[in-house]
């Protein structure tokens, strides 16, 4: 085989790589600017105990009040139906009953600069409208007063419904049985007496099965506060005091370094 046959070996060059010892950042270098600036870390860490401190006692426990409402219902053709959906009463209580209630607290107490939010949901998979409100434990009587009223708006709603289908089963009932003794007296038809029975039958059932918007329970007071607490308020806090400071010892070592090297460049 002639030499012109072979493949040409191109020489390989390896290039060392030359670092310097003042690239390379040592854990060692870390930990000795850490120790350097002990005290400015101390200080930052102090100051945000002190203020982690200072928040947890101003931070007031928060409780949910709570209650629950039943719509009205009443008996047609042997079913029983609700006045109205919970969806239609949900959006009056969140565009009107809500906002008049609240409307007049703020003309009961113009000068309370607190702020009420009262909330209105339909639990999964039920009929039942669940009133809530968030506030302090001193504010116990103010926050179920609140829902009170909330309720009251809705029974004296579905009040006009109850009072009308009750007066209009009364009189049903009161006519039928009127008509039934002067068939009783005038004629011995067993089938329309019968039909009469039965009819005043259904207007006693219907009349008993009516049921007017209750509260399931009164106003509650949660067992426990909700939303965050004072503990996680103070470690988050005393955390979030430790990163700054490890961030301003560093930050402060750079800024140490570049005024050297400012000084160094300096003409004699």
Do not use: C
Request: hydrophobic share 40%; no cysteine; proline share 4%.
């Amino acid at each position: 085989m002639k030499n012109k046959d072979l493949p040409e070996v191109k020489p390989i060059y390896i290039h060392e790589a030359n670092y310097s010892a003042d690239d390379e950042i040592s854990l060692i270098d870390l930990v000795l600017v850490l120790v350097k600036r002990v005290k400015l870390i101390s200080a930052i860490i102090i100051i945000f105990i002190l203020f982690a401190f200072i928040s947890t006692q101003l931070v007031t426990k928060q409780y949910t009040y709570s209650t629950s409402l039943e719509i009205g219902n009443q008996m047609i053709n042997g079913a029983i139906k609700s006045f109205e959906s919970p969806q239609t009463l949900l959006a009056k209580l969140q565009h009107s009953f809500i906002p008049q209630v609240l409307n007049e607290q703020y003309k009961t107490n113009p000068s309370s600069d607190k702020q009420y939010k009262i909330e209105a949901n339909i639990p999964k998979g039920s009929a039942i409208i669940v009133l809530e409100i968030k506030g302090p434990a001193e504010q116990r009587d103010v926050m179920t007063g609140l829902l009170l009223k909330t309720f009251k708006k809705v029974r004296l709603d579905h009040g006009r419904i109850y009072n009308s289908v009750k007066q209009l089963l009364s009189a049903n009932l009161k006519q039928a049985k009127a008509e039934l003794t002067l068939l009783k007296t005038d004629t011995n038809n067993v089938t329309e007496i019968t039909t009469k029975q039965n009819l005043i039958e259904s207007y006693s059932s219907r009349l008993a099965s009516l049921r007017n918007t209750r509260e399931i329970s009164p106003p509650m007071q949660s067992l426990s506060p909700k939303g965050v607490g004072k503990a996680l308020i103070f470690i988050i806090t005393v955390l979030a005091g430790i990163f700054i400071a490890i961030f301003a010892a560093f930050f402060a070592e750079f800024v140490t370094k570049v005024r050297e090297e400012q000084l160094n460049r300096k003409p004699l």
